[in-house]
């Protein structure tokens, strides 16, 4: 198991917060960085008191507009919309300094060593990544698995039924007022007044960083996912105690990741009286169970795993030693796009654009022979039949040929065709639309006419810019697009992340009139792209970290 953020003493718990990857709790292209940036608030603000860092002349940020950095996710290239947030970096400074202060994060600790009881566990704790992780958020995804699939795997040797549930818009329905119920461990033996006023703090900037609304959580920061533990814990110790006084005897456990749930027992009807003390616990912290998502299973080894996991195991492509089963690119994009229309924005579909990408990647690699030579069969990737002695003596008489390095073309349709697909994938997918634009990316960029380089890129963009809530593909076509664009002297993306990068004048990111000037007149938001990382940029999406993805 990994280290969580409890094995660190307050001071270490504030560096882990103030990181740009603990910052945005989603990818983002690897220019953008924004460690310098909260390392110069940190020193500017310091320990002053928040009273004392508003303007006077000024409203307070709850009124105000734009104190966040929204960047909305059209989940389905229609309607459904998802906002996360690049949070003010002032409100997000004074939320990590509040927690992870040396008496809060003390009481903190306290708190969920009281959280912690017998046959439920949480796993769903901010963990310690490795200093340099095998892909984006690797050490997050990997306790996952371990703690929640795996281990509910496990538990198939000793129980027969699973209820598996979760939380209807987890985020969005905390009540604020359950911050203090948690602190003050309320209706639990362990029930005592918190001496500090951190739940009501903890309150204050949640609602600045929500133009005043006093419900829910925002969605975007490492952060944001601890202080919503805090009421999660709270509610795990809630149902230990409601469980025991229900005197359930049979032998249970219950495994918790954030707003999942999954219970083990023997005993259905003792696990079904769990189910209905877990849906009164959470109905009374403002949650409700998802009922399309709740069930009891007497097949734990199976539903443990993901539905769209269990369907890529299940029709996965197979990848031998002569290569794919799909005899064409073209066919195995289309076979991701169905896949992704039955699970949409899975992390099996992330583990599918990586696999097509690396496949792709190897393809184009320059092959050593003679192009003129080069074979249908070869073209299709079937294997080239073996010269017999008699061949290879022939061959010996004749003139050797110059032997030269020639690239593949992609087979089984045009790149254009192929570009389509891969469009449509991130339309529908927009949690992936990285994934499908790398490969478009490195299918593109294998062209060698220029004019349909561009004519190409150009159609994806107004394709994918044009819908409404569409900024994060923005962040990535720019990716694409940004040594042409640069050469060009324009730029076509309105996000005012692409227009910084673009080395344009933009207005500040974040509305900071509710603070004095003082404080925020030298914020060096040109430090938020690293311009050398910017300078190496290719037309080919490279993913931070050591640039790669394996998905569990």
């Not at 769990?274 to 616990?281: D, E, R, V």
């Not at 794919?324 to 289309?334: A, I, M, P, Q, V």
Request: charged content about 25%; hydrophobic content about 35%.
């Amino acid at each position: 198991m990994a280290k969580n953020i409890l094995t660190l003493n307050s001071s270490e718990a504030i560096e882990f917060f103030l990181k740009s990857e603990q910052y945005h709790g989603f990818e983002l292209p690897e220019y953008f960085v924004f460690d310098t940036l909260l390392r110069s608030v940190r020193e500017v603000v310091g320990d002053t008191p928040y009273d004392e860092c508003l303007n006077p002349d000024a409203c307070r940020p709850e009124r105000l507009d734009g104190v966040n950095l929204d960047i909305l996710l059209n989940k389905d290239g229609r309607y459904a919309v998802r906002p996360i947030i690049l949070a003010n970096p002032y409100l997000y400074y004074f939320l990590v300094r509040e927690v992870c202060s040396e008496p809060s994060w003390t009481i903190i600790k306290g708190l969920f060593e009281k959280f912690t009881v017998p046959h439920l566990t949480s796993c769903a704790m901010p963990v310690i990544p490795n200093e340099k992780e095998a892909f984006y958020k690797s050490a997050t995804i990997l306790n996952w698995w371990n703690g929640m699939e795996q281990r509910s795997i496990e538990l198939a040797l000793e129980y027969r039924y699973m209820f598996v549930t979760d939380i209807t818009n987890c985020y969005g329905s905390v009540n604020p007022q359950a911050f203090e119920w948690a602190f003050d461990i309320k209706g639990t033996e362990f029930e005592h007044p918190c001496e500090l006023p951190i739940a009501a703090n903890i309150q204050k900037y949640l609602s600045a960083m929500q133009q005043g609304r006093n419900i829910g959580i925002p969605q975007g920061s490492a952060i944001f996912d601890f202080v919503g533990e805090i009421i999660l814990g709270y509610s795990d110790l809630l149902l230990h105690e409601a469980i025991r006084r229900a005197q359930i005897t049979s032998a249970y456990e219950i495994i918790r990741y954030r707003d999942d749930y999954r219970i083990f027992c023997n005993d259905r009807n003792a696990l079904e009286k769990i189910s209905y003390l877990l849906q009164h616990t959470l109905e009374g912290l403002n949650f409700r169970m998802n009922s399309q998502k709740t069930r009891i299973s007497e097949s734990i080894v199976t539903d443990s795993v993901k539905p769209d996991k269990l369907a890529y195991i299940f029709n996965t492509p197979i990848f031998n030693k002569k290569g794919c089963d799909f005899d064409s690119f073209e066919k195995h994009l289309l076979y991701i796009l169905m896949f992704a229309r039955k699970y949409p924005d899975s992390g099996s579909v992330k583990t599918m654009l990586s696999d097509i990408d690396k496949r792709i990647k190897k393809w184009l690699e320059p092959q050593k022979g003679t192009s003129l030579t080069v074979s249908i069969a070869e073209i299709l990737g079937t294997e080239i039949p073996q010269k017999t002695a008699e061949t290879k003596t022939a061959e010996v008489e004749e003139t050797e040929p110059v032997i030269e390095t020639y690239s593949r073309p992609l087979v089984g349709g045009s790149v254009r065709a192929m570009s389509a697909i891969c469009t449509q994938i991130a339309l529908e997918n927009v949690g992936a639309c990285h994934y499908a634009l790398r490969v478009l990316s490195r299918m593109v960029d294998s062209l060698t006419d220029e004019d349909e380089k561009r004519d190409i890129i150009c159609k994806v963009y107004a394709k994918l810019c044009t819908q409404p809530n569409s900024t994060y593909n923005q962040l990535w076509l720019q990716n694409i697009t940004y040594q042409h664009d640069k050469q060009a002297g324009t730029s076509p993306y309105t996000l005012s992340l692409c227009q910084l990068a673009a080395g344009n004048e933009v207005a500040p990111l974040w509305n900071n009139d509710w603070l004095k000037p003082r404080f925020t007149d030298c914020l060096p938001y040109e430090s938020i792209v690293d311009a050398e990382t910017l300078r190496k940029v290719t037309p080919v999406i490279v993913f931070r970290e050591v640039r790669a993805y394996y998905e569990n």
